[in-house]
């Protein structure tokens, strides 16, 4: 069942797929794909109530409201399936997990992860630059952790190092 994401309750459950390149020309038919998706998801017969949209034109975020109906393992190992095929018909990479999404100067910024120590070092963040945390799992947490400095995040133990030298 298709529900209306900002109504789904706090406690709503959520995926964030960050793609790899930005999704302009692309976000209104993946957003009319999912629906369609989330239109027949279920769960050993139960009609699931879920949402999906598409945020900075990088990131399908899908949730589900599980105090609607709980969500089995079948059900959500049938949606990233769905997610790769999303993909790969579009072109996109939505699963690469070694890229890190930056707000820098109001531009999405993907960094390798393994240049976290450098960035810093270099100067790359400034008190602006805002740090996609993609681990989030609710949509409370979309709300008030999504979008955070990268200090005050896991990426925390990177500027720990930087202070110290």
Not at 85 to 107: I, M, P, S, W, Y
Request: hydrophobic share 45%.
């Amino acid at each position: 069942m298709r529900a209306i994401f900002d109504e789904l309750s706090d406690k709503s459950r959520i995926w964030i797929f960050q793609s790899s390149q930005p999704l302009v020309g692309k976000a209104e038919q993946i957003t009319q794909e999912a629906d369609a998706f989330l239109q027949q998801w279920a769960a050993h017969g139960s009609q699931l109530k879920a949402s999906c949209h598409v945020a900075y034109n990088h990131f399908l975020i899908i949730a589900i409201d599980e105090d609607f109906n709980m969500a089995s393992g079948c059900s959500i190992d049938s949606m990233p399936r769905f997610v790769q095929e999303l993909a790969k018909k579009h072109d996109v990479e939505l699963f690469d997990r070694t890229k890190l999404a930056f707000n820098k100067e109001g531009e999405i910024v993907l960094v390798e992860m393994n240049k976290m120590k450098t960035l810093v070092a270099e100067g790359f963040f400034t008190s602006e630059t805002l740090f996609f945390n993609n681990n989030i799992q609710t949509k409370a947490q979309l709300n008030s952790e999504w979008l955070v400095k990268p200090e005050e995040s896991w990426l925390n133990r990177y500027f720990a190092v930087a202070k110290s030298v």
